[in-house]
Every structure is written in structure tokens, then in C-alpha cells.
């Protein structure tokens, strides 16, 4: 099928699968930053670039009205992500970003905020080479201006943005099929609370499936069962960052975290990010830890209800408790601060406890891409460390 966008872009092309005598590696070498195109492209008269500073609560809030009521949908339209203000500042600030990757696009007259396209900077490990890379995220075009090729404008808008800061690799993700992925991943969801999700419409009844035995087949113990389980601190940032590097080595993309971005990413913060670590008691050791994002969803055109309130495994690593009997326990938190389902893609070696711990298969897939880096053959979800909002 036709992709007029795609196909003038450094990415891995449909009519080159197959074909591995392309090298590994970057796909385009690097511009002088004196030939980076240095005026922003050209959007349709009516509109203009702005930056979207998130430190501004106004501004934040613009962003957050833009998202709720235009972001992604899943194909059934029961959901549209609900990205909270919070986590939006919390997602699109970690060290070293730059503030005008945070892109709009405002309506001239009415200064109306009708587009968003963000990236911030990660060093991504390819095998055994780190790059320098940005991730993109939050691409969204208001629904009255959709299919008038701006998500284009956009994206080479932003790509002008990362060259000027001499990065030439991203990373991004997507719920569509574009050229050409890295690895497909599936979403899991473990149900918390099954009667809302049969009230919605998402989980049904099965006909032996009563509501009460729907209600007993998801009950989690109320309280956590692994000695030393706690919420993570601030003093824990250095045990977490050489426990994390380590995991994530195994993998052959995943990113690299020093501690400054453990503490960024993994500290808690209320409503957007839980973590704890197991803490053993004789040898004060940290043996393993989990986290977990919270980003709600609108139900949409439900009388009864309407907020989905998901958590989404984020990173985790298990050295001495069984990878199960941490994110059981973890399931047991999630439970308690009443979220309605916990979701987990079978990225890194979340496939053997999914199954176990009663997470149904979603239907929906999530495609990861990389721009301008080709892998000779495209990664099965265990081989990719990466989690992305
Ligand atoms: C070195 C640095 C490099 C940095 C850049 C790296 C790349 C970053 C890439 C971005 C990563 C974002 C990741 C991210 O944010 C996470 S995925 C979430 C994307 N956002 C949504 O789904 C929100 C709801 N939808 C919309 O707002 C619009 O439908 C959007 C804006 C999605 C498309 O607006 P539209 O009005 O519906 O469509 P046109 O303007 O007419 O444009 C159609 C063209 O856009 C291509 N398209 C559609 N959806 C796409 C998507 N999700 N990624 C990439 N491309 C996408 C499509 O294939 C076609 O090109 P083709 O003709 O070649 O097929
Ligand atoms: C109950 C299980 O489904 C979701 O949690 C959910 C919630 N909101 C969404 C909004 C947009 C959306 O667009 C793909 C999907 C969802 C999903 S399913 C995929 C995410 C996961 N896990």
C-alpha cells in the first residue's frame, strides 16, 4: 500500500523486506548542521508554529484539553487516552530536554491549540552501540483537521528540531502498521475491576462466566507478600540505576539510564508513577524492584462511567524474587489504589508471567519503529528493553 510520507524517509522500506544485504546501522549519514534546513517548514496559511512550554500551567493545560479530546482511540471507540497533566510534565521534562521539541501548532486568529508532536532525548543501546536518539511521542492533529497531510509538516518539523541538535536516530511508537517496524508487541490486560470492564463493554460474561465468579476468578490477596517490599526513595536511585543497567543489558535495544534519569523516571510521583523495591533486611541489598505508570483513559458514551483508570508496567527488574511474586505484588498495590485493570505489553520476559497471573490478551498491537537505524531482521518483544508512554 501507498505511504507518499513514509516512502522519502529514512526508514526500513515494505519493498526492502527480505533484503538483508542492507548493513546494520544508520540508513542516512549525518548533515552539517550548516545544511539543516534552519526556518521552520511551512504549515497551511491559517496556522502557525508555537512552542508548548510545560512549565506554563496554562499551556500545560492546553496541551492536556488538546490530548483528551483528540489523542488515540482504540479501534471498539470504548477508550481515548486520558494523559493526565502531571504525567505529561513528568513524561516530556527528563534531563536534558529541550523545551522546543515540545511542538504546536495554534490557529492564527483564535490562537486556538489544534496540533502537538513532542520528543525528548534518550541514549539508546543498539547491540552494542549507544546512540544518541530522541523519542517521539504525542503526535496528534485536532479531529477537525485530520487527512490534510499535516502529520507530515509535523513530523518533519520536529526530525529539523533533533538535527539541530545533531541527533540523526528516534524512536518512536505506534497502534498502526507503518515501515516498517522493529518488533510488534501485544498489550495484556489483568482485570482489577471486572464488573466495571463488562459494564463498559470491554470484558464480557462467557456463559458458565457468572458476575460473581468473574468477581472471585480476579480477587488478589490485601496485602503484598514478599518480605522487604516497599516504595522506593531517593536513597535507593543508586542500587536501582546499577540493578536496571544490568537488566536492560540483556536486551538489544533498550535505553540507558544514569541516575539522574532513574530518578526521573523511577521516583515515585502520585498519580503517574509507582515504584518500590525489595529491600533485604540482614544485608540492607536491594534485590529487585518494579514500576508501574498510571494513565487513565476516558470511557467514551458510557452513562455510568467515565474514567478507566489503567496502570501500565514501566520498568522492573527481579534478581531474587520471582519475577511472578513481584508483579503479583504489584497487582496487589494496583488493586488497593483501585485501578480498574493493569496493562503489560510482552516486551523484555513479561510473556511467562502474564499467562500465570490471569492477563487476558488485548487485541490491539503496539508496533515499535526506529528512524534512520536498519536491524538486519526485526526483534521478537523479548529481545526489546524499551517501554514507552
Ligand atoms: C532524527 C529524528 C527523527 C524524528 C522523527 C521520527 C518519526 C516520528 C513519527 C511520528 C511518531 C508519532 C508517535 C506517537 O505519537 C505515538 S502513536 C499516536 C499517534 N497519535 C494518534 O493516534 C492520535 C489520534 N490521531 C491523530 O491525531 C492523527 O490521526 C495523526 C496525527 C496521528 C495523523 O494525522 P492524520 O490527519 O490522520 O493524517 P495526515 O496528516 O493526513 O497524514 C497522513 C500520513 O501520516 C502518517 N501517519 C498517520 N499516523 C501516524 C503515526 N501515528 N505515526 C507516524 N505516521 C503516521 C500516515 O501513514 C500518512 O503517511 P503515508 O502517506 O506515508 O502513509
Ligand atoms: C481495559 C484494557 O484496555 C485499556 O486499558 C485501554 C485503555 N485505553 C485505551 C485508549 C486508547 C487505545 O488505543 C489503542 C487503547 C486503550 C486501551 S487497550 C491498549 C492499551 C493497553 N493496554
Known amino acids: 500500500q501507498e505511504h507518499k510520507f513514509w516512502e522519502t524517509q529514512p526508514v526500513g522500506q515494505f519493498k526492502d523486506l527480505g533484503d538483508s544485504s542492507f548493513p546494520e546501522g544508520p540508513i542516512e549519514q549525518p548533515t552539517p548542521l550548516s545544511e539543516v534546513k534552519q526556518e521552520p517548514y511551512n504549515l497551511p496559511t491559517l496556522y502557525e508554529w508555537t512552542v508548548c512550554d510545560m512549565d506554563s500551567d496554562e499551556i500545560c493545560n492546553e496541551v492536556y484539553v488538546l490530548l483528551t479530546n483528540n489523542y488515540v482511540e482504540d479501534d471498539d471507540n470504548l477508550f481515548r487516552f486520558n494523559y493526565s497533566k502531571e504525567f505529561l510534565r513528568w513524561g516530556l521534562r527528563p534531563p536534558g530536554y529541550f523545551k522546543n521539541w515540545h511542538i504546536g501548532v495554534r490557529v492564527k486568529s483564535s490562537k486556538k491549540l489544534v496540533a502537538f508532536i513532542t520528543a525528548i532525548p534518550v541514549k539508546m543501546r543498539v547491540r552494542d552501540e549507544v546512540v544518541q536518539m530522541a523519542e517521539v511521542n504525542f503526535l496528534c492533529v485536532h479531529k477537525k483537521l485530520r487527512s490534510k497531510r499535516l502529520a507530515p509538516v509535523m513530523i ?7 538535527h539541530l541538535e545533531n541527533i540523526w536516530q528516534a524512536a518512536y511508537t505506534a497502534g498502526i502498521l507503518l515501515p516498517t517496524p522493529l518488533t510488534t508487541c501485544q498489550y495484556w490486560h489483568r482485570t482489577l475491576n471486572p ?28 496485602s503484598t507478600a514478599t518480605p522487604g517490599f516497599r516504595k522506593m526513595e531517593i536513597r535507593d536511585v543508586p542500587k536501582v540505576t546499577i540493578l536496571l543497567r544490568g537488566y536492560l543489558s540483556r536486551f538489544v535495544v533498550a535505553p540507558t539510564f544514569d541516575d539522574a534519569e532513574v530518578a526521573h523516571w523511577l521516583l515515585p510521583q502520585e498519580n503517574v508513577v509507582d515504584s518500590f523495591v525489595v529491600e533485604n533486611s540482614e544485608t540492607r541489598e536491594v534485590t529487585d524492584f518494579f514500576s508501574f505508570y498510571t494513565l487513565p483513559s476516558s470511557i467514551l458514551n458510557n452513562p455510568n462511567y467515565s474514567t478507566l483508570k489503567a496502570a501500565y508496567t514501566f520498568y522492573h527488574v527481579s534478581t531474587k524474587t520471582p519475577l511472578l511474586q513481584l508483579t503479583q505484588d504489584a497487582l496487589v498495590i494496583a488493586k488497593q489504589k483501585e485501578f480498574d485493570v ?16 490471569k492477563f487476558g490478551r488485548g487485541d490491539g498491537q503496539l508496533y515499535y519503529y526506529l528512524y534512520n537505524y536498519r536491524l538486519r531482521e526485526s526483534l521478537k518483544p523479548s529481545e526489546l528493553g524499551l517501554v514507552m508512554l
Open 156 to 162: 518533519k518539523e520536529v526530525t529539523r528540531r533533533i
Open 195 to 222: 464488573k466495571k470492564l463488562i459494564d463498559v463493554g470491554f470484558s464480557r460474561l462467557g456463559d458458565r462466566m457468572t458476575m460473581s465468579r468473574a468477581i472471585k476468578l480476579y480477587k488478589l490477596p490485601n
Open 342 to 357: 493493569f496493562n503489560a505489553l510482552d516486551v523484555m520476559e513479561n510473556e511467562p508471567f502474564l499467562k500465570e497471573l
